[in-house]
């Protein structure tokens, strides 16, 4: 295949409906097999999970808010934030804005998205994030999310995954991985490192019109669990 073909393929694919298999079936298969390979790279055991290919990364990451809250509180599907405690996400003061913007379209609230703490590089410093979760339980509210950033918007800082997820584990907390614009590094022998650990992540935003070049917008939500 050339890279023409390629591009071309990429086109139809993105500027097709497939809302079911009925209507695409060979862009349903492609989407399947697709968001397979993504989750395999990510390293979830034979590429099992669950994902879509959504309209950019901003959508991808505030549908990993939608489903790490359905998992813990599948209740708010039908009766409304009501029937949630107060939830709080945090997220550091260099992550996209699109995470604080999930907070408030998805009813948490802008004030409840937590910032953390970076370091001279950009990097969330674990130990706030875990005095943040400590402070917030002791206040009433319920910790629910947390984002880690793999590659920020400005200034392209990697967090560290590892003492994260080990921070949510510990706290039973959803982790996302923000990896919008550095997922590309997975498919890099060399600096596929500044990601380790993203395979204990609940879930990933990953756009391959970032860093990998795919010319049209394409953005991939991967989640561990179906
Ligand atoms: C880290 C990060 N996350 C999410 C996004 C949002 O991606 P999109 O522009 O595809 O909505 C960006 C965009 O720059 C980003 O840098």
């Known amino acids: 295949m050339t890279y023409c073909d390629f591009l071309v393929g990429v086109f139809l694919f993105f500027s097709s409906n497939r809302f079911t298999y009925e ?3 060979v862009f349903v298969l492609m989407e399947q097999l697709t968001l397979k390979k993504m989750r395999e790279i990510i390293g979830w055991p ?14 991808s990451n505030m549908y990993s808010v ?14 409304g934030m009501s029937a949630a405690p107060q939830l709080v996400l945090f997220t550091s003061e260099h992550s996209h804005y699109s995470i604080k913007r999930a907070g408030a379209v998805l009813g948490f609230g802008r004030e409840n998205v937590i910032l953390l703490k970076t370091d001279e590089r950009g990097r969330v410093i674990p130990a706030d994030l875990e005095a943040k979760i400590i402070d917030a339980k002791q206040k009433g ?11 920020t918007t400005v200034y392209g800082a990697f967090d560290p995954i590892n003492d994260i997820a080990d921070i949510c584990e510990k706290y039973n907390l959803w982790l996302h991985v923000d990896g919008a614009w550095g997922g590309g590094l997975l498919m890099s022998r060399k600096h596929r490192h500044k990601l380790s650990g993203i395979d204990r ?14 010319p049209l917008q394409c953005s991939a939500i991967l989640v561990r669990d179906k």
């Open 23 to 25: 209507i695409a079936p």
């Open 141 to 151: 509210y319920v910790p629910l999310f947390v984002n880690a950033t793999a590659g």
């Open 66 to 79: 939608m489903v790490a809250r359905y998992k813990y509180f599948p209740e708010v599907k039908t009766k």
């Open 46 to 59: 034979n590429g099992d999970g669950d994902g879509l290919f959504s309209p950019g990364g901003a959508i």
């Open 201 to 214: 992540a609940n879930s990933v935003t990953w756009n391959p019109h970032k860093m990998m070049g795919v």
